[in-house]
């Protein structure tokens, strides 16, 4: 579980290739399905965001999540069929985009 003041954590990420989806179980038992082309068109990288403080779905390329990597204790990097693999989705970022009825009213 989350100790208090500290925002929730990943404490088990799955890929559903099958499902072509990411799974994450979050610290304080609420858990997260993020279909990989959601995942990609919300890359928070410079290069898919700018510079702006928006944030904007880009319709990008090849939405084939091929691999998941740790960063540090504050993200996670997704890497793309296509190449693209410089986006880091910090938890907070990941949490945010979380598309369930229950999140979905925060934004």
């Known amino acids: 579980m989350s100790s208090p ?4 954590h990943p404490v ?4 559903l290739a099958e499902e072509k989806r990411v799974r994450i179980a979050w610290s ?3 858990e997260s399905e993020y279909p990989f082309g959601y995942l990609r068109g919300w890359c928070p990288c410079a ?13 990008a390329g090849d939405d084939t999540l091929v691999h998941i990597g740790v ?3 504050y993200a996670l990097s997704l ?7 410089t986006g880091i989705y910090s938890y ?3 949490r945010d985009l979380c598309p369930c009825a229950a999140c979905q009213p925060r934004r």
């Open 5 to 8: 003041g500290r925002p929730p």
């Open 12 to 15: 088990e990420v799955r890929r």
């Open 28 to 30: 304080d038992g609420h």
């Open 47 to 59: 290069a898919c965001q700018g510079h702006g403080s928006e944030r904007r779905y880009v319709h």
């Open 71 to 73: 960063v540090g204790k």
């Open 79 to 85: 890497a793309w069929g296509d190449g693209h693999d």
């Open 92 to 94: 907070r970022y990941l």
